[in-house]
Structure formats: structure tokens, C-alpha cells
């Protein structure tokens, strides 16, 4: 078989990451140190004031301007090692940061992290939303399509990952020797399409490009496609709803081609860990001294801040296409109350089969599984999913 194409953008440089590792270190970590310190002063001097009656006296005015000066250098530095990578990466020289495994995890990483950030400040670091094969990404035409895919089949099964993943997710346990889901539905007639995209982007923004991608792929694909099942772990299930609100509002033919979604572990009603860090982060800012810290949380990408709350019943499901949804709990059983409170980690039961408090649910005929004693990325080639994927896709 021949190699498979992949689009020749050298794509971000190791240098780049670098360039964003000083301007972290700055902004998250000197300046956090800083403000903090400069809070705890005047905590201990306002107090010693108060009982003294005085001014800044000279212990604390030499203080202040040792620890500024300490502070202001370090930053200078940083923005000045910052800016001399990026010029130096703007040349083109230096090993590409996702050549290498590890390199394309952390790029996976820092653009859940930050992804929003990144595209409007750093846009050669941000991922685009991108059909993906043997580490690259594939060109979605008639010519990349059909060399990528020379089996190609009339049934397409695309899967997306969660937040802060990449399409190498769902090689999860492959070097254990466990089958991946791509392997056992290609093994039935599916085509399996892998995706990479920026889960630092708002849900429905990164909708919009789903949308978009999945038009010009059923158009380019190298066969006449009829059936689509689309799969999302955890994060990926919530853009999967979010495209197919942004196709009821804009009608596309592949809409009517999805006959199943799965989606796996997806907090549907929000997640409580993205709940803490907010709640973390305003109760931080009450006090000078650990407002800075605040600010660290604050970084956190539109596609964190999204998973609070999920997406509620103004996204309807798919009109022709049955849902099916998988949720996991660290217990055995989903009734015990580590599974109802903690569920796997990250997601609870309710969240992921989509009903509330009140027993209202976003989808009133899904199927449902439940997976116990495992966590939210155990759900990712397990065998009760293969089963229930074999079922559910025949």
C-alpha cells in the first residue's frame, strides 16, 4: 500500500513551544509569585502599621524594591527569550513539535488548555479541525481521500476525541494487544474516519467546522456513502450534538445520513470538575493573597469553561438518528454512591445519559450502558463497549 498523503505544512516548531513555555512562566508563574508576595507585604507591614501608627518604613521600602527588582528581571527575561524564539522559529528551522509521539500529546494538551488563546495569539500552534491517518492530516478531496483510503466503504463511522485528546486516543490499549474500535467496525464494512481537532474552541464553534468537514467529506468520498454512525468520547460527543444543531440550522445532506451517534462518558448536563475549578477560581479571588492564583485557573480555554454546564435540551438530538449513550463508574455498581457522586472521575452517570435532578432527559429513546469499575478513559476500547458497538452498528 502506498504511503498515505498527508498535508505538508511543517506545522508548529519545537521552538514554538518554548517561545509559549517562557511566556507561561511569566505570566502563571513570576507574576503569580510576584503578586502574591507584594500581598502578603502588605498584609504583614499594614498590620505592623496599624499598631504603630507609622508609615513604610525603611525594611520595607528596601523590601519591596529588592523583591521588584528581583521580580522585574526575571520577566524581562522571559519576554526577552520569548520573543528571540519566536524570531528564530519564524525562519523555519528547529525539529517540528509534532514529528514525535510525546510532541503531538502535549500540542493535544496545551490546545484543550488554551486552544482559544492560542488561535488568536499563536495560530501556527492552534490544531485545525482535520481528518487524521498515521500521525498527519489527511486532505479532504477526491485525490487525498481515495489515497488514503483505498478500501473505502459506503458506511463511514467518524470518531472524535475528548478534551485535551488527540485521534491516538483511540489506539488506547492497542500495545497491550487489545482491539480498537476503528479495527473491529472496519472488520464489519465500516470505514473508520479518526478526527483531531482544538478542544480549547467554544462547543459550538468547533461545531461549525464539524459541520463543514463532514459536508466536503460525504462529497469527496471516493464511494457513494449511505449509512454514518459518529462516535465521541467524552468531549467529543458534546461537538458531535453541537453539529448537528448547526446542520438543523443550516440544513446539510450528511445530517440525513447519521443513523447512530454513541457517545461515551460525554457530560451532556456538565461535568463537576469543570464546576470546582470555577468555583475554585472566584473563591481565590476574594483574598489578595491567593487572587493570583486565580488568575492560573482563569486560563482555562472556552472549551473548559463549556464542560460546566454541557448542552441542554436548545440542542435536539439528530431527527433520524438513534442515540446511544455509555456511562462509567469507578464502582461495580451504578446505584452505589461513589458511582452516583464521583461516576468516573469525571462525568457522572446522570450527566452522561443526559437526564437531570428531575428525571427529565435530552433523550428520551437512547439506548444506554453502563460500564462499571473503570474510569472516564477505560470507556475507550473496552470490551462491553465492543460488544454493545457490534450490536448497535450491525
Not at 102 to 108: H, V
Request: hydrophobic share 40%; glycine share 12%; with cysteine.
Amino acid at each position: 500500500m502506498s504511503p498515505v498523503p498527508v498535508t505538508p505544512a511543517p506545522g508548529p516548531s519545537v521552538l514554538d513551544a518554548a517561545s509559549l513555555l517562557c511566556e507561561v512562566a511569566d505570566e502563571l508563574v513570576v507574576r503569580s509569585v510576584r503578586d502574591t508576595h507584594v500581598a502578603v507585604l502588605d498584609r504583614v507591614h499594614g498590620i505592623g502599621r496599624a499598631v504603630t501608627h507609622g508609615g513604610p518604613g525603611v525594611v520595607e521600602r528596601a523590601h519591596r524594591g529588592i523583591a521588584g527588582g528581583i521580580y522585574g528581571g526575571l520577566s524581562a527575561g522571559l519576554r526577552a527569550a520569548s520573543t528571540g524564539l519566536d524570531r528564530v522559529a519564524a525562519t523555519g528551522v528547529g525539529p517540528r513539535l509534532e514529528s514525535r509521539p510525546e510532541g503531538r500529546f502535549l500540542s493535544a494538551a496545551v490546545n484543550g488548555l488554551i486552544g482559544d488563546r492560542l488561535l488568536r495569539e499563536r495560530p501556527q500552534m492552534a490544531i485545525p479541525l482535520a481528518v487524521r491517518r498515521d500521525g498527519g492530516d489527511v486532505e479532504v478531496d477526491e485525490a487525498g481521500l481515495s489515497a488514503a483510503f483505498p478500501d473505502a466503504t459506503g458506511r463511514l463511522v467518524v470518531f472524535l476525541h475528548g478534551l485535551c485528546e488527540d485521534d491516538s486516543y483511540w489506539d488506547r490499549g492497542r500495545d497491550e494487544g487489545r482491539q480498537t474500535y476503528p479495527e473491529a467496525l472496519a472488520a464489519t464494512g465500516w470505514t473508520p474516519i479518526v478526527l483531531r481537532a482544538n478542544t480549547g474552541l467554544p462547543l459550538r464553534e468547533n461545531g461549525v467546522a464539524m459541520t463543514a468537514l463532514l459536508q466536503r467529506l460525504v462529497e469527496a468520498w471516493p464511494v457513494p456513502v449511505t449509512r454514518i454512525a459518529l462516535v465521541g468520547h467524552s468531549m467529543g460527543g458534546l461537538v458531535i450534538r453541537a453539529a448537528g444543531a448547526v446542520a438543523a440550522d443550516h440544513p446539510q445532506p450528511w445530517t440525513g445520513l447519521v443513523s447512530d451517534v454513541v457517545t461515551l462518558g460525554t457530560p451532556h448536563l456538565g461535568a463537576p470538575v469543570a464546576k470546582g475549578v470555577g468555583h475554585g477560581s472566584r473563591g481565590l479571588g476574594l483574598l489578595p493573597e491567593t487572587a493570583a492564583f486565580g488568575r492560573i485557573l482563569d486560563w482555562r480555554s472556552s472549551g473548559v469553561h463549556d464542560l460546566v454546564a454541557g448542552l441542554t435540551d436548545d440542542v435536539p438530538p439528530l431527527p433520524h438518528a438513534r442515540y446511544h449513550l455509555v456511562a462509567a463508574t469507578l464502582s461495580e455498581s451504578e446505584g452505589h454512591p461513589v458511582g452516583r457522586f464521583v461516576g468516573d472521575l469525571l462525568v457522572r452517570p446522570r450527566s452522561a445519559y443526559g437526564r437531570d435532578a428531575r428525571g427529565r432527559t435530552l433523550f428520551p429513546d437512547a439506548d444506554v450502558l453502563h460500564v462499571g469499575r473503570t474510569d472516564h478513559w477505560g470507556l475507550l476500547n473496552h470490551p462491553d463497549v465492543h460488544g454493545a458497538l457490534a450490536t448497535w452498528l450491525s
